[in-house]
């Protein structure tokens, strides 16, 4: 088998993977479960950064991911809307 065959090979068999693994997940069910997260996110963030030396970090990186999680799921539901 040449280099050609089996590289087409190997493509091949990772499209099948692909296929096999479905769709992508929907952004109503994520926004569901990150509304039913943020409370506790919110009330756990100011004991994440009392953690010595990376708490302050840590907590700037989780409440950076959580603004643009707001952001998004308000934008879904704008677009659900409409």
């Known amino acids: 088998m040449s280099t050609e065959e089996k590289q087409?090979?190997?493509l091949t068999s990772l499209a099948k993977k692909a296929a096999s693994v479905g769709t992508a997940?929907?952004?109503q069910k994520i926004c569901a479960?990150?509304?039913k997260l943020r409370p506790f996110m919110v009330a756990v963030l100011p004991f994440i950064?009392?953690?010595p030396l990376y708490g302050k970090k840590i907590?700037?990186?989780v409440r950076y991911l959580m603004?643009?999680?707001d952001h998004c799921c308000q934008a879904s539901i704008k677009a659900?809307?409409?």
């Open 59 to 61: 907590g700037a990186v």
């Open 8 to 10: 087409f090979a190997t």
């Open 33 to 35: 479960e990150y509304k």
């Open 49 to 51: 950064e009392k953690i």
């Open 67 to 69: 603004s643009m999680a």
């Open 80 to 82: 659900k809307s409409k």
């Open 25 to 27: 997940p929907d952004p």
